[in-house]
Structures are given as structure tokens and as C-alpha cells.
């Protein structure tokens, strides 16, 4: 496996910004509204576009075309399930979009959950060492088309410290999700100086405490049963009551405070303040994700939540 070229990772920190969009409905609108959608968000001034992967579209063809609808923007994986497709195949997707659009593909990938992975028809196996496999098998990958002017970089999920480890050994750096900022500062520590921390950060836009909170809670209910996230919570010291509250560990409660250090809530002075203290925490880029129906677009809120964001 090729030891990561630090001055790639500097240049991709710059390269992105410190300030990303990230949303689900990426992977759910119509490409007549979601064209329309990204070019606003770049017009904003985000400095990339995190799209999930969640048995809806297929990743790398909706990047494709989200790419197409923009024109500076990266546009990132996050992530590409790792099961989804062979090493080759996700290899060859990130090099041809490479090429076709410079500097502007960045490879995010994951090892997903087990309920996922076995929705498509596969076994779950050990999340490092498939991981480590798989990146040493993209490397290997034979390609024989138009070669983009350099390789795209490569993020993975990661939230352990072992797979911490893989991404600063063997990528450009991490990718977090659903983390309270003590984790980003637990990350930044493990993965050292160099490699590039990319968090996810939830946001509710409400005034209303209580209905804020509530909005956050439904949010936050289906990743605390899953056992990646559940069991990276435990690891920061949060408790299996603070996980499941009232609920039951199919049907969770998550606890008032599990679900306030989660997802910032409040006007956009609120949102800034959780973003500054992940970047304060080491963070390179804090990637935003408004909460709000999965057929609505995120724009408004994104819009709404910038003046607040684009200074920091």
C-alpha cells in the first residue's frame, strides 16, 4: 500500500475548505430539482458537496452528475459503501471523474453498518482489515482509459482509533459522522498534524427550543441503534442510558444531552458557534447537514445558516 503524500492532504484541506454542505437529499431529489440545488450552494460559497449513499442512487453516477450541475465545487462520497462495488470498479469511477473534472473528485468510503451491507446481499467483515484490503486492492487496480493529471485523493469513515490509524497510514484523511466535538478533538490527536479531518455536523434551524430538540431527537433515534456509532459513543464515556433513554435498544430515546452534543440547534449564530468548536477542536472542515424532510431542499436552510458560517 502507498504511504500517503502529506502535501496531497494540505493541498485537498485548501482545496475544500473549511466550511461543507452535506445532505441526504442529495440522494433522494429528481435530478430537475437537485441540478439547480448544487449550483446554488456553490454560488453560496460552501466549499464542497458531500453527498451520502443510502440503497438510493448510485454514488458515483450521481456525483457524475452533480459535478456536470457545477462548476468549481468538489463534490465528495460520503460515503461510497465499499460493498456496494469491487475495488477496480469504485478505482476506475474515481479516475474517469477525475480526469473529467479536475481537482474536483474526492474518493469517500466506508465500510457502512451491518444492516446495510446485508440489505445488499453481503457478509460484514472485519471493518479494518476489509477496509485496509480494499484501498490496497484500488491501488493495484489496472486502468486503461484517459488518466486523470493525478490520482484522486481517498477519505474513509472512520470513528475507531484503529481505523483512525488506516486513514492517516494509507489515505488523505478521515471522514466523522454523528460525533460531539470531544471526538473531533480525540480524532485530530490520533490522526496527528497532517491528514485531513472532514466532520459532519447536524443542524436543526428553530428557535423553539423544544421543538428543535424534538426534530433533533428523531433525527438522532435510528444512529444510536446501530452499533458503529452506538459503540463510538461509549468509547467518549456517554452511557447506555444516555443512548437509549426511555426506549429500548431497538427503539431508542437518546438522552437530552447525547442529543444536544450531537446536533447544534438554534438561529445561525447557534449553528456558527458548534462549527467553530469542532474547527477549534481540529476539524479542517466541518461539513453542515440541515435536518429537515428528506424531499425538501436543503437549500434555504444552507442559505440561511452562511452569513453566520462563511467568515469562520
Known amino acids: 500500500m502507498t504511504v500517503p503524500d502529506p502535501t496531497i492532504s494540505r493541498e485537498l484541506s485548501k482545496r475544500i475548505g473549511r466550511i461543507g ?18 449550483a446554488a450552494i456553490e454560488a453560496l460559497g460552501y466549499g464542497a458537496i458531500w453527498v451520502p449513499e443510502f440503497l438510493a442512487k448510485e454514488i458515483y453516477s450521481n456525483v457524475a452528475l452533480m459535478l456536470a450541475a457545477t462548476e468549481r465545487v468538489p ?19 474515481g479516475r474517469t471523474l477525475a480526469e473529467a473534472f479536475p481537482g474536483r473528485f474526492v474518493h469517500g468510503l466506508g465500510v457502512s453498518h451491518a444492516i446495510t451491507v446485508e440489505k445488499r446481499g453481503s457478509r460484514y467483515g ?7 484490503d480494499y484501498l490496497d486492492a484500488m491501488t493495484k487496480a489496472r486502468y486503461m482509459g484517459a488518466k486523470p493529471t493525478a490520482e484522486p485523493p481517498v477519505l474513509i469513515a472512520a470513528l475507531g482509533p ?3 490509524d488506516l486513514a492517516a497510514s494509507s489515505t488523505q484523511g ?21 491528514p485531513v479531518l472532514a466532520v ?7 428557535p423553539d427550543a423544544a421543538k428543535a430538540r424534538a426534530i433533533a431527537r428523531d433525527y438522532a433515534i435510528p444512529y444510536a441503534r446501530l452499533p458503529n456509532y452506538a459503540n463510538n459513543l461509549r468509547r467518549l464515556g456517554w452511557s447506555d442510558e444516555d443512548l437509549q433513554g426511555a426506549g429500548t435498544s431497538a ?3 437518546p438522552s437530552d444531552a447525547l442529543v444536544d452534543a450531537i446536533v447544534a440547534r438554534g438561529g445561525p449564530e447557534d449553528i456558527a458557534a458548534r462549527v467553530r468548536a469542532h474547527l477549534d477542536a481540529g476539524a479542517d472542515q466541518v461539513c ?4 429537515t424532510d428528506r424531499r425538501t431542499s436543503p437549500v434555504p436552510a444552507l442559505r440561511a445558516v452562511w452569513p453566520a458560517l462563511r467568515d469562520l
Not at 463534490?75 to 476506475?92: E, F, G, K, L, T
Not at 472485519?126 to 485496509?132: D, F, I
Not at 459532519?200 to 428553530?206: D, G, Q, S, Y
Open 174 to 194: 478521515a471522514q466523522t459522522y454523528f460525533v460531539p466535538v470531544e471526538h473531533t478533538r480525540l480524532a485530530r490527536e490520533r490522526l496527528g498534524p497532517g
Open 21 to 38: 454542505a452535506y445532505s441526504f437529499q442529495f440522494d433522494a431529489l429528481p435530478m430537475a430539482e437537485m441540478r439547480p440545488a448544487v
Open 288 to 291: 453542515v447537514q440541515p435536518i
Open 251 to 253: 427503539q431508542p430515546i
Open 200 to 206: 459532519e455536523l447536524a443542524f436543526v434551524l428553530e
Open 126 to 132: 472485519p471493518p479494518v482489515k476489509t477496509m485496509r
Open 162 to 164: 484503529k481505523m483512525l
Open 75 to 93: 463534490v465528495i462520497p460520503a460515503i461510497a459503501n465499499i460493498y456496494a462495488r469491487d475495488p477496480m470498479a469504485a478505482a476506475n469511477a
